[in-house]
């Protein structure tokens, strides 16, 4: 019996461990603070397709993270996604031929916006547009093409070599 309790206790342990863990990845995932304190201004980049992008994904440059998606909508005159980002005062000095793409980290987790810095003489302001971007990489598009490739080799066979 006592032998028993110990594994009962153990195990009990184990789970709430697991939880905690579990616990500490969510409120980790989930962090969505931008110190803010000086200010912010917002810019803005249309995709055609954002992926999974949310709003208050990191903005980042160089592993930094800079500011934050503000909000995303779809724009029916030119049929893109517009990204609004609102970025931190004491990031001012980004070149306005920056580009913006969406990024994923790691193999599972969330999407963010990665900002690669121009050579402009001019810096992002207030409103301003960033104009060269880079769509989110959609896996499932990579996946039907690769199935489309293999597919038309198969209904086409290599043709035979000549002999000379």
């Given at each position: 019996m006592?032998?028993?309790r110990?594994?009962?206790v153990s195990?009990g342990l184990?789970?709430l461990?697991?939880?905690?863990?579990?616990?500490f990845l969510?409120t980790?995932?989930t962090?969505k603070?931008?110190?803010?304190s000086?200010g912010?201004?917002?810019?803005?980049?249309q995709?055609?397709n954002?992926?999974?992008?949310?709003?208050?994904?990191?903005?980042?440059?160089?592993?930094?993270?800079v500011?934050r998606v503000?909000?995303?909508?779809?724009?029916?005159?030119?049929?893109?996604?517009?990204?609004k980002l609102?970025i931190?005062s004491?990031y001012?000095?980004?070149p306005?031929?920056?580009?913006?793409?969406?990024m994923t980290?790691?193999?599972?987790?969330?999407?963010?916006?990665g900002?690669?810095?121009g050579g402009a003489?001019?810096y992002?302001?207030n409103?301003d547009?960033i104009e060269?971007v880079?769509?989110?990489?959609?896996l499932?598009?990579?996946i039907?093409?690769?199935?489309?490739?293999?597919?038309?080799?198969?209904?086409?066979p290599?043709?035979?070599?000549?002999?000379k």
């Amino acid at each position: 019996m006592q032998s028993n309790r110990a594994v009962e206790v153990s195990t009990g342990l184990f789970v709430l461990l697991g939880f905690a863990a579990l616990f500490f990845l969510v409120t980790q995932i989930t962090n969505k603070e931008l110190a803010v304190s000086g200010g912010s201004y917002q810019v803005e980049a249309q995709f055609n397709n954002v992926g999974s992008l949310k709003p208050g994904a990191a903005v980042s440059m160089s592993g930094v993270t800079v500011g934050r998606v503000d909000s995303i909508a779809f724009d029916q005159d030119v049929y893109k996604a517009v990204v609004k980002l609102r970025i931190s005062s004491a990031y001012s000095r980004i070149p306005t031929d920056s580009d913006a793409s969406i990024m994923t980290s790691g193999l599972l987790g969330g999407q963010y916006i990665g900002i690669t810095a121009g050579g402009a003489e001019e810096y992002l302001k207030n409103g301003d547009r960033i104009e060269l971007v880079q769509d989110a990489f959609v896996l499932e598009n990579l996946i039907n093409q690769l199935f489309a490739s293999f597919a038309g080799r198969a209904g086409n066979p290599p043709a035979a070599e000549e002999t000379k």
